[in-house]
T-cell receptor, first 115, second 114 residues
C-alpha cells in the first residue's frame, strides 16, 4: 500500500522569506501523480501544485515550486516570498496512474507566517 | 458553477442516531469520494464512486454507507452514529480518465457524536 509521510507537523516562516515543506512517499509503482493541497482556516481544500512522476522537470506555479526526487521518493514544496495568505495546513498527496483513483494524503504541515 | 456543495455544515448527533450527509456537484464529474479528516491523521478515504451506480470502499468504510443514483449526488449515510465518527467530512469530485485531474473539495461538514 502507498503511504505518504510529512515529518514536519508545524513550520513557521518570516513574511517575504522562503520555506520548504517536506514530503516522502512509498510506492512500488513508477507511474503516479503527486499533489500539494492547501487548507486555510476556512477548511476549503485548494490544489496548489501537481507533479507527474514521468516528468523530470519540477512543477512551478508562481511562488510555489517543488523539488521532486523520484529515486529518493521525495516531493518537497518551496514557497518563495511568503505572504500572510499562505498561512494554512498543507497536505501532500499521492495517486497511482493505474486506474486507481484513491488519493492518499499525508498528515499535513501547519504553516505559520510571521509578520 | 457552485462546484461541490455539502450540507449540513455542522451537525451534532447522539450515539445510535442515523443521518445522511449530502454532497452534490454541478461539474458533471464522474468520480466522487468521501473523506474524513481527524487531527494528526490527514484525510482518509471512506468510500468512492467512479460513476452512477458504482461505488467502492476506501480505507475506512466501516459504519458508513453510500449510493450513487445520479452523477450529481453522492450522499454518505451513518447508520448508527458512534463517538469515533466525530470528525470533519469532505466530499470531493473530479473528472475521470486522468489520475492527475484535480479533485475539487466541498467546504466540509463538522460532525460531533455525543
Amino acid at each position: 500500500a502507498q503511504t505518504v509521510t510529512q515529518s514536519q507537523p508545524e513550520m513557521s516562516v518570516q513574511e517575504a522569506e522562503t520555506v520548504t515543506l517536506s514530503c516522502t512517499y512509498d510506492t512500488s509503482e513508477s507511474d503516479y501523480y503527486l499533489f500539494w493541497y492547501k487548507q486555510p482556516p476556512s477548511r476549503q481544500m485548494i490544489l496548489v501544485i501537481r507533479q507527474e512522476a514521468y516528468k523530470q522537470q519540477n512543477a512551478t506555479e508562481n511562488r510555489f515550486s517543488v523539488n521532486f526526487q523520484k529515486a529518493a521518493k521525495s516531493f518537497s514544496l518551496k514557497i518563495s516570498d511568503s505572504q500572510l495568505g499562505d498561512a494554512a495546513m498543507y497536505f501532500c498527496a499521492y495517486i497511482s496512474n493505474f486506474g486507481n483513483e484513491k488519493l492518499t494524503f499525508g498528515t499535513g504541515t501547519r504553516l505559520t507566517i510571521i509578520p | 458553477n457552485a462546484g461541490v456543495t455539502q450540507t449540513p455544515k455542522f451537525q451534532v448527533l447522539k450515539t445510535g442516531q442515523s443521518m445522511t450527509l449530502q454532497c452534490a456537484q454541478d461539474m458533471n464529474h464522474e468520480y466522487m469520494s468521501w473523506y474524513r479528516q481527524d487531527p494528526g491523521m490527514g484525510l482518509r478515504l471512506i468510500h468512492y464512486s467512479v460513476g452512477a451506480g458504482i461505488t467502492d470502499q476506501g480505507e475506512v468504510p466501516n459504519g458508513y454507507n453510500v449510493s450513487r443514483s445520479t452523477t450529481e449526488d453522492f450522499p454518505l449515510r451513518l447508520l448508527s452514529a458512534a463517538p469515533s465518527q466525530t470528525s470533519v467530512y469532505f466530499c470531493a469530485s473530479s473528472e475521470r480518465g486522468w489520475s492527475g485531474n484535480e479533485q475539487f473539495f466541498g467546504p466540509g461538514t463538522r460532525l460531533t457524536v455525543l
